[in-house]
């Protein structure tokens, strides 16, 4: 059902980081939510007032907002599909994001709003009416809130949509929070207990739990998390792939919504090289890199000897005691400034976030691993972060 849906209404489906494609899916996935939403409310809010369940009404008014998050969606999808311009050259890719987070605060304003009438529904309980025409209607319903998760997460996996991936999961807690109104419904008949109260109660609190993960995710977006790293590994692959290249490292990636990312790092390259057939063979991997990820790359160039024995020993001298220190530790950068009373060993230091030593602690323990050596060295370090 969901490739043919996707068949009949999305042109070029495969082209997914093409604004227009990703609009399309967004509009897709609105449609059909809202659809099937209202639906669900009407029968719901029929059902929960003839068995007099404050379960199913909330149930009902859940499914509403639902309505409400997909316009959110619709809407998101609309302004992220907005060309760049001149007070957003980067575009308006992180639209999709501020919707992500709009429609987790209205499964938390759910949950919130359900916990409340369920303490109430515990304090001043209500006699249930049981009917099996309920019971099957809640079921069907639980059934096509989860064709709608597997439906949206699809989606949301293919086109990399963490709105999309939101509404799965907000789909979900709809199915969940309706099984436990048809348990609290079939319990009911065997007790005076409020369980559609206390069954309420846990339900509200899965919902919110759900919206505060979303939240939490978008955020870190919003923030800038650490790059995929199935992401990273491509970039690397396709900038090692040159014979020019001798390593990378200072990797940084923008991300500026879903499609549209700028990133950038140094090249490592021979100091002895034809640098106009270094910058020609960048120029393609950028352009490559552009073509394949949909990414903006820009590689800058850091000359290093390769064939200086001194400086192939002393390199070789720090990494054998960087590695004694920690081997997630790494070095770039090395080069040496050569004097009449010692020899400066001038490198970059990449530490990991949480390190159990601080800067000053490594290099002393550089130092007091050199101060033996014949030659006398001093150590110039810039100790720098990963990005990725």
């Not at 639902?66 to 311009?85: N, R």
């Not at 069954?199 to 739990?209: D, E, H, N, T």
């Not at 991300?255 to 549209?260: K, Q």
Request: negative net charge.
């Amino acid at each position: 059902m969901t490739e043919i849906l996707i068949k009949k209404f999305i042109k070029n489906p495969d082209d997914i980081d093409n604004p227009k494609v990703r609009r399309s899916y967004g509009t897709l996935s609105s449609f059909i939510g809202i659809i099937c939403n209202i639906f669900l409310f009407c029968a719901k809010y029929l059902l929960g007032t003839f068995s007099n369940s404050i379960s199913i009404v909330s149930d009902a008014f859940n499914n509403l907002t639902d309505s409400a998050g997909c316009i959110v969606t619709l809407l998101g999808y609309k302004m992220s599909s907005k060309p760049a311009d001149k007070d957003h050259p980067f575009g308006h890719g992180r639209m999709e994001y501020l919707s992500t987070l709009t429609i987790a605060i209205i499964i938390l304003m759910v949950g919130f709003e359900l916990l409340k009438n369920s303490f109430s529904k515990i304090i001043h309980p209500d006699e249930l009416k049981f009917s099996i025409i309920t019971i099957i209607s809640l079921i069907l319903s639980v059934c096509l809130k989860l064709w709608m998760s597997f439906f949206n997460n699809k989606l949301g996996k293919k086109i990399n949509s963490g709105v999309l991936i939101a509404t799965s999961k907000d789909s979900k807690t709809d199915a969940v929070a309706t099984s436990a109104t048809i348990i609290a419904i079939i319990t009911s008949l065997f007790t005076k207990f409020p369980v559609d109260g206390v069954i309420g109660i846990l339900v509200s609190i899965f919902i919110m739990k759900s919206g505060y993960d979303i939240i939490k995710e978008t955020i870190d977006d919003l923030l800038g998390r650490p790059a995929d790293p199935e992401l990273v590994k491509s970039i690397k692959e396709y900038i090692q792939q040159s014979d020019k290249i001798i390593g990378i490292h200072d990797l940084i990636i923008h991300n500026y919504g879903p499609g549209n990312m700028i990133a950038s790092c140094h090249a490592e390259v021979r100091s002895d090289e034809d640098f106009i057939a270094v910058h020609d063979s960048i120029d393609i991997i950028e352009r490559e890199i552009y073509s394949k990820l949909n990414i903006l790359m820009t590689i800058h160039m850091d000359p290093v000897e390769v064939d200086n024995e001194l400086v192939n020993k002393c390199k070789s001298r720090i990494l054998e005691i960087v590695e004694t220190i920690d081997d997630s530790l790494c070095i770039h950068d090395f080069r040496i400034v050569t004097g009449e009373t010692h020899t400066n060993l001038v490198f970059d230091l990449v530490v990991p976030y949480g390190f159990k030593y601080k800067n000053e602690d490594i290099k002393k323990i550089i130092d007091d691993n050199l101060k033996d050596d014949e030659i006398k060295y001093f150590t110039v370090i810039t100790f720098d972060s990963s990005y990725t």
